[in-house]
């Protein structure tokens, strides 16, 4: 596809399960970072990677995040033993490495029960 | 570390100008993005400005002024469909990690 896809739109789970979401970015574009986002706030930087290596993690707000991009291309953000505050929409965006202009996806909606 | 301010909220009226302030603390610096956000969409690029100065495109305008790390986002000719929050970024040196202030939520009403 032409931008970024996202999936899943919208995960529904229980306080404690182990949760996955998914990030295509644009094809050829090399840098692709992960936001966290609650309502009514701006994204909050959680990572990025430039390639296949995380260039700065220091958004992560704990251990229990995570996030591969184990061939420079789809990237997963894995949150191990959820809290209901890790409730939010997380939005993944990718960007040349020339411009740095972000391009978002429409963004994972969690919603921790 | 890094701290991002602008205002919370802005009304302003179709067809008139408004202006979005956004002043920045930051640890380095390398460009200052500003995006708007529709209700339940993702944030879309509106501007870039690195060096000081005046960048101009379309009924849009960026200003920055790194020695008082200070930008503004000029919206003219305000159409109902401007309604959004409108978010300041800034880019830290020798990267492309970007950080977000909380954004502003403009209303435009008639």
């Known amino acids: 596809g032409a931008g970024v896809s996202q999936t899943p739109s919208n995960k529904v789970t229980e306080k404690g399960k182990y949760v996955e979401l998914r990030c295509d970015p644009i094809?050829?574009?090399?840098?692709l970072y992960w936001y966290r986002q609650s309502l009514g706030q701006g994204p909050e930087f959680l990572i990025y990677f430039q390639g296949t290596g995380a260039a700065d993690d220091s958004g992560l707000p704990n251990d229990r995040f995570f996030a591969v991009r184990p061939e420079g291309s789809v990237s997963t953000l894995k949150i191990q033993r959820t809290e209901r505050g890790d409730s939010a929409m997380y939005l993944c965006?990718?960007?040349?490495?020339?411009?740095?202009?972000?391009?978002f996806g429409e963004g994972s909606r969690l919603t921790v029960l | 570390g890094q701290n991002i301010d602008q205002p919370t909220e802005m009304t302003a009226t179709e067809g008139a100008i408004v202006q979005i302030n956004c002043t920045y603390q930051t640890s380095g610096f390398n460009g200052l993005f500003w995006y708007q956000q529709h209700a339940g969409e993702a944030p879309t690029f509106l501007s870039y400005n690195v060096l000081d100065g005046l960048e101009e495109k379309g009924r849009f305008s960026s200003f920055l002024s790194r020695s008082k790390g200070y930008s503004y986002l000029l919206l003219k000719e305000l159409q109902m469909k401007d309604s959004a929050s409108y978010l300041c970024?800034?880019?830290?040196?020798?990267?492309?990690?970007?950080?977000f202030g909380a954004g502003t939520r403009l209303f435009v009403k008639a």
């Open positions: 970024a800034v880019r830290a040196p020798g990267g492309f990690k970007t950080i």
């Open positions: 965006a990718s960007s040349l490495h020339t411009t740095g202009e972000l391009f």
């Open positions: 094809s050829g574009h090399t840098a």
